[in-house]
């Protein structure tokens, strides 16, 4: 993968813990995050004393790679923002309370600063942060109880075709006994073209899956996971 093929946008500990109806009974699970990218979530989590493994194929790069993307991309992933603004929640209606793009931008900023910090201090050392990626995982069967995938699959629907998505989900569900998986809009805020065939196929396969309302909304309409479980024999 190219560096210049990712823009490094990445959410805080609060919007997973919304995104994902996190509770801190969780921090007892073992989490892989796929596709966290420069997400402050592992960092934040981790210094709670939770237990997770991220994902993701930027973790091939160095610090100094990864903040000259951040930055490259910074202005305009906010002008594009702005410029689609009334595509977005802000404000009160808001769980994050972002005002407008150049507050968002600040608040990204401040994540892929936090993520920086901790992948170069002790994240990289300590395995939490591994160069990998959907759809195949280096791990056993069943290593995670919780595996979470936030504004990658579904978000990226055009990009990312119906055999991607289906594979990505197996495999997750493979590693991990649980997979939460939101938003399952794509770019442009239509519900992804996959969603529906991917259910159909996963349950086909024997897993229990559900759509759920969660306490999250910044991209208008998109307030739903999908969780996979495997079912207990
Ligand atoms: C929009 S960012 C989301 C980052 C983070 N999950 C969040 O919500 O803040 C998408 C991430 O997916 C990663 N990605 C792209 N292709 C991937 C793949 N095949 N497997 C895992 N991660 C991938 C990108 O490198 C990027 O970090």
């Given amino acids: 993968m190219k560096l210049e093929e ?8 609060h919007e997973y813990r919304a995104m994902f109806s996190l509770r801190d009974e969780d921090l007892q699970l073992n989490i892989l995050g796929c596709g966290d990218g420069p997400a ?11 237990r997770v493994v991220s994902v993701d194929p930027i973790y091939a790069f160095s610090y100094d790679q990864i903040l000259w993307r951040v930055e490259e991309t910074y202005s ?14 802000w404000r009160e209606e808001c769980v994050m309370r ?3 793009a150049d507050h968002l931008g600040a608040v990204r900023l401040r994540v892929a600063e936090t993520f920086l910090d901790d992948y170069f201090e002790s994240g990289r050392k300590q395995g939490r942060y591994i160069a990998a990626r959907l759809p195949q995982l280096p791990f056993a069967d069943g290593t995670f109880d919780l595996g979470l995938c936030s504004h990658l699959l579904f978000l990226y629907s055009e990009q990312l075709g119906f055999d991607f998505h289906l594979a990505s989900l197996r495999e997750m569900a493979r590693v ?23 259910v159909r196929a996963l349950r086909g396969g024997g ?12 991209l208008r309409g998109a307030n739903e996971m999908l969780r996979v479980r495997q079912v207990l024999g």
């Fill in 6 to 13: 990712v823009v490094p946008w990445g959410r805080s500990l």
């Fill in 98 to 100: 972002f005002k407008d």
């Fill in 40 to 50: 402050s979530f592992n960092a934040h989590w981790s210094a709670l004393g939770g």
């Fill in 176 to 198: 991990c006994r649980e997979v939460r998986v939101f938003p399952l809009l794509d770019l442009e805020g239509r519900p992804s073209p996959h969603l529906e065939e991917c």
């Fill in 76 to 89: 305009t992933v906010v002008e594009q923002t702005r410029s689609n603004a009334h595509r977005f929640v």
């Fill in 207 to 218: 897993l229990a899956v559900e759509v759920e309302r969660v306490h999250y909304e910044f």
